[in-house]
Each structure stands twice: as structure tokens, then as C-alpha cells.
């Protein structure tokens, strides 16, 4: 929010009205406070928590308030996490205040959307049938509130029409804030039993395990993108003339496993083996792969040991998987002319038959020193003509579909300023054997 303009900072103020409003007290009967700042305190010290090591919100206690205590009490509960939460970015006051307001507004409301609907009755008598409805329509109601305040500040940031802003916002958070739900109305049952508050704040054990899993699956999965960029930027860096070639090549890899129905876990280690293909590269001496000039017989062989380099460069690498033997097999072909081991028909693992056809297409669509872009079309038609002969006809179909349907719109975060890049969009060759050489 740094450089907010007066009418976003106007619209803060005005949440931050309408979140005072709603902690004045609606009933003279008087509330009893323990409640309060036990969730309160509870909140606050799980939020930051919460945030540093699982950037989340612990919506499990803030409903559990909601379906426990009267809407302004209720209200209550996020205020002091709100307010003592890192923020980040400056200004801080600004960023504290927002996230105080927009929640105070949500327990607000969805605190009395379940009182109106009979919740607290039935949490009190721990009426099954009688909880869900009203603790239902709280968890929409919580959802709906975060979405439209968020969407009034999401929407002129990323340009957005405000409805359309609102809605994604909204059906981004039904399923988590759901789960969380359900946990807040555990709490709340628990409160009531003769067990007391403290069976109540077990709830929250599985909930923090299964966030410590989830976390923990973010990490693995950052440090395997991490480690796959390590290896494209070595590539890239030494062989810059085709820089963003193994990016190109993971997504259409991607669009042909997508189009040929595998599950999405092995669509991405297909994907991984497109990135990777060449990373046997690292193992071929520069001067071959930068070489302005026919290779001899000797230079050849060389460069075809790169599937094999890259097969023992990702040896390590578990999660790679069956992606290793499409690195090993890409350059094979059907009818047994490919290498390195002159493999023929379904004896090529069918992830290599799928990156052998994603290769030839981005090879062909791509500018490089030695062969001028030739149009999407003039690629497909050249891997049709090639298909049973040296490409899968599975992969050319599939392949030709889904650029029929979405056309091919390659997205490449590594090029760079001040390195040969290739533009998509022929080689006369539909498998060029390396980058640089002339024919």
C-alpha cells in the first residue's frame, strides 16, 4: 500500500468506521469476558504463527468466537492479532488497521448471521442436526464480507472489474474457510460439553499438523522448482542461443500429457523432463555447441552423448521420476535412426516420445543462428508428414489438437536483456541436432 492513493485510503477509513460500529454493544445483557480474551489472546499468538510459518489465517478460533459469543464480543476476537501482525510493506499503521477492519466487519457479521438462524441455541445443546445450517450460512456469510471488502482493493490494483474481483475472491476462499469452519464449530461444541474449553483448543493440534504437512509440501515443491531453475540457467548460460528452449519445450510437453489424459502429477514430471531435456549440454564442451561451422563425424558423436550426460547429471534428483528416461530417450525415434540407443517403437518410454515431439515442434518455431522461425501451421503439417516414421502419431494428434483449441502462446521467465534469445514462431530440419551448426 505504499503510495496508496486518497480514495483508497478513504475507503480504509470508512472499514475502519463500520468495524467500530460494530463493537459497540448491541445488548444490555451483560457478557462474560473470560471467553473473550482467552479466543482473543489464543488468536493473536496463533496468528503470528500462523503467518510467518504457514501464511494463513487461524479462521478456526475467529469462528469458534462467532458461534459462541454475541456478535460484538465476537467482534473482539481478532482485534488484538490484527493489530500486532508483521506486516511487511509500509505503512505499517494503514496495513494493520485494514486486516483489523475487514475482519471485525466478517466475525461481525457472521456471528450474527448464525445467532439469527438459532446457532448458539443449538451449539448449547449440541443439537446435531440443528449446528449445520447456521454454521453454514456464518462460514458464507464470513466469505462473502472478506470478499467484497477485499475486492474494493484487489479490483483497481490488478485492474479488475469490482464483480469479477469479488467473485474469484469468494470461491478462492469457500473451500478453506469451510474447513476451517467446521473446526470453529468442533470448538464450540467442545466448549459446551462437559469437557470444557480445554478439549475445545485440542481442536486446534490436527489443524496446525495439517498445515505443518501442507507447508511442508510448498517447500519440497519450491525447492524442486528451484533446483529445475538452477539447471535451466546453466544450460541457458552456456548454450545462449537457445535460451527459453527447455521452457517451451516443458509446456507443450505439458498441453500433449494434458491432452492425452494423464493425472496432473504425471503431467508435471513430463513437464519437468521437457524443461530438462538438454541438460546433458553441461557436459558437451562449449566450443562444439557455439561452433559457426558443419560438425565433423567425431564432433557429432560428441554432442549425442548429451542425453546420456543428462541422465547421470539428474541421477540424484528423486523427484524427477520417469522424467530421467525421457531425458535419456528424447532423441530416439520410431522407426530406430534416433539415439543413443537407436530404440524402435513402444521400446522408447512413451514421456520420451511425448518431449521428442514438443522438442522438434519448438525447434522448428524458433529462430536460431543456423535456421529462420517457421509459422505454427508449416511445424504441425512437418511433424504430421514425420509421424510413425520418426514421431509418435499419438503425440503429433494430440499435440495438433490442443494448439487447434488454445493456440501457442509459450510463456519464458528466463530470457534476459543482452543474450541471443529465440523468437517463437523453421528449421528445414524438424529435429535439429544442435544449436549453432550450419547445414
Known sequence: MDGLPARTRLYVACAAVGALCC???????????????????????????????????????????????????????????????????????????????????????????????????????????????????????????????????????????????????????????????????????????????VAALLVLFPMAVSWWVFAQYHRERAAHQATIRALVQAVDIKDGYTRGHGERVGQASMMIARELGMDEGRVEVIRFAGILHDVGKLGVPTRLLRKDGPLTAEERRVIELHPEYGHEITRGISFLGEARSAILHHHERLDGSGYPYGLVGSQIPEPARVVAVADAFDAMTSTRSYSRARPVRAALEELRRCAGAHFDPRMVTALTRVIDREGWHPVVTADEPGLPVQTSAPSPDPVPERPGARR
Open 23 to 197: 463493537l459497540i454493544p448491541l445488548r444490555t445483557d451483560r457478557t462474560s469476558w473470560w471467553p473473550v480474551l482467552l479466543l482473543a489472546a489464543l488468536y493473536a499468538c496463533g496468528e503470528r504463527v500462523a503467518r510467518r510459518r504457514f501464511a494463513g489465517t487461524l479462521y478456526p478460533v475467529l469462528l469458534a468466537g462467532a458461534f459462541l459469543l454475541p456478535a460484538s464480543a465476537a467482534a473482539l476476537v481478532p482485534l488484538p492479532g490484527a493489530l500486532l501482525s508483521p506486516v511487511g510493506r509500509r505503512p505499517v499503521a494503514l496495513r494493520r488497521g485494514w486486516r483489523a477492519a475487514r475482519l471485525v466487519i466478517g466475525v461481525w457479521a457472521a456471528s450474527r448471521t448464525h445467532e439469527a438462524l438459532g446457532g448458539r441455541d443449538a451449539v448449547r445443546a449440541s443439537d446435531s442436526p440443528a449446528l449445520i445450517l447456521p454454521a453454514a450460512a456464518a462460514v458464507l456469510v464470513l466469505c462473502l464480507v472478506l470478499a467484497v471488502l477485499d475486492g474494493g482493493t484487489v479490483a483497481p490494483a490488478e485492474g479488475l472489474p469490482p464483480r469479477r474481483a469479488r467473485h474469484r475472491l469468494f470461491l478462492r476462499s469457500l473451500a478453506p474457510v469451510g474447513v476451517h469452519g467446521l473446526a470453529g464449530l468442533m470448538m464450540a461444541v467442545l466448549w459446551h460439553s462437559p469437557y470444557g474449553p
